[in-house]
């Protein structure tokens, strides 16, 4: 049967629940396999991928949690096999409703954050990546973020009473409880009737609440605080940076070592008729990862990234011939604002600009890595190449 009846789940309700069950797990691990990876060079493209795979379940979650609501409310819930035990039922049903909530705060949480970080492992669909009402800006992810971690910290905790309910009910209480979400088997009385939904509702309704404006008022700003991230550069107006790479290579004893910074921003205006504009975009150096030199390039000698998280870029676009493109303008890096001009291409299709460039700073400049004062273990120069792609304004 493929319909609810107040005895039995369906076919499409046991295919919700397991299907999402399945997809949740999957992205429980790679969350934390990702939290747990060290950021070096070797791991950026693993990282990418394991993100990318993270981010795509997580969308594909939400679409089947929409169905699956939808679905729900035009079916009879099965009765609870024991209403007798008051407790307990009232238990299993705050974390049936915990469990739907959490089907819908985690993605939404992990998308707001995914929409206000900047070029780092697409969601691998055709849609767009970005929410709408959501700025490019540090603070929005950073709060996301929290609420990402708190939200996946009850939904772990929820997961696993109600894990241990079901065992529960298999092992100890030899009933059909598993059996009915399993085959669909028909248990319970309905005459008897249920405890009223709307008690444990409302009770995962606050348990909902208390977590996120905990993740909100209390967690993120303490953590915002920590890592001085600060709330700024919103991207109103202008073009908006869909994906992107802003990559380095120094040498280092001779040898190239290729890092990315995984996450910056950029405030774009660009006239496609007359070629000219203003670009602001904001590096967090706290997010570079260098191979197996990130933490000396994190230190003191180089990014000193305790005292200077963010690099800033701003600077006149003006068209050259075609294409081609030179930004001049000045970049402030650890506390030093040096003129930087580079050229770059740039073309626009269908509203869509695709932009990239490259130029060679001098580390010097910056009096960045004063103790080597010879290119014997790192070398002076240091390539940038930067791409991206962006949308045309509304
Ligand atoms: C091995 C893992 C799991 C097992 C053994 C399991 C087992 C069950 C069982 C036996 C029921 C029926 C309870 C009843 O009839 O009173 C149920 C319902 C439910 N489960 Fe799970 N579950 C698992 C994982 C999950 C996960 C990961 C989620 C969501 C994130 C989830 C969400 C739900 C929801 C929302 C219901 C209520 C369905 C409804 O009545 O509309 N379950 N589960
Ligand atoms: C069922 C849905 C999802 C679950 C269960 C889930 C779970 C998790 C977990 C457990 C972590 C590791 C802990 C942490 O770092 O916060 C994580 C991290 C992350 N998730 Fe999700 N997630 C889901 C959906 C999404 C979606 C839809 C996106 C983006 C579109 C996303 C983006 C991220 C990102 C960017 C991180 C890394 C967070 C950081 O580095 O601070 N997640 N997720």
């Not at 209390?218 to 700024?232: I, L, S």
């Not at 291409?345 to 004062?373: H, I």
Request: charged share 15%.
């Amino acid at each position: 049967m493929l319909v609810n009846s107040s005895t039995r789940y369906g076919a499409v309700a046991r295919l919700f629940h397991w299907s999402i069950a399945l997809l949740v797990f999957v992205d429980i691990v790679l969350g934390l396999v990702g939290k747990f990876t060290p950021r070096t060079g070797e791991t950026a493209d693993f990282l990418q991928l394991l993100y990318s795979t993270h981010k795509t379940i997580g969308v594909l979650v939400l679409g089947l949690a929409v169905l699956r609501v939808l679905w729900a409310i035009s079916q009879p819930r099965p009765v609870p096999l024991h209403p007798e035990r008051r407790v307990e039922t009232f238990a299993a049903e705050t974390a049936h409703w915990m469990l739907y909530a959490a089907i819908f705060v985690m993605p939404l949480s992990g998308w707001v954050m995914h929409s206000a970080e900047v070029g780092f492992a697409p969601i691998w669909w055709p849609f767009g990546q970005n929410l709408p009402f959501v700025p490019k800006s540090e603070g929005v992810a950073e709060t996301a973020a929290t609420v990402h971690w708190i939200a996946g910290i009850v939904l772990v905790a929820t997961v696993a009473a109600h894990i241990g309910g079901a065992l529960k009910h298999a092992i100890i209480d030899r009933d059909e409880t598993l059996a009915r979400m399993v085959r669909g088997t028909a248990a319970g009385t309905p005459a008897k009737g249920g405890l009223a939904h709307g008690v444990a509702a409302f009770a995962a309704l606050v348990i909902w609440a208390v977590s996120i404006g905990g993740a909100v008022v209390v967690f993120a700003p303490a953590h915002t605080e920590e890592t001085g991230a600060q709330p700024e550069v919103v991207q109103s107006e202008g073009w908006i940076v869909q994906d992107g790479s802003v990559s380095i290579t120094v040498v280092q004893i001779g040898a190239p070592v290729d890092g990315v910074f995984a996450n910056w921003q950029a405030a774009i205006e660009y006239d496609p008729e007359s070629g000219a504009g203003q670009v602001t975009a904001v590096i967090e150096t706290t997010s570079l990862a260098l191979g197996s030199v990130t933490d000396q390039a994190k230190g003191p000698e180089f990014f000193d990234v305790e005292t200077f998280s963010q690099a800033t870029y701003q600077g006149e676009i003006a068209r050259i011939d075609g294409v081609r493109h030179n930004a001049v303008g000045a970049l402030t890096l650890v506390g030093q604002t040096v003129p930087v001009s580079f050229d770059f291409d740039l073309g626009v299709t269908d509203g869509v600009a695709v932009m990239s460039g490259a130029t060679t700073l001098d580390r010097r400049d910056f009096g960045m890595g004063a103790a080597y004062s010879d290119e014997s273990s790192v070398g002076f120069g240091v390539d940038v190449s930067i791409a991206l792609t962006a949308t045309a304004p509304e």
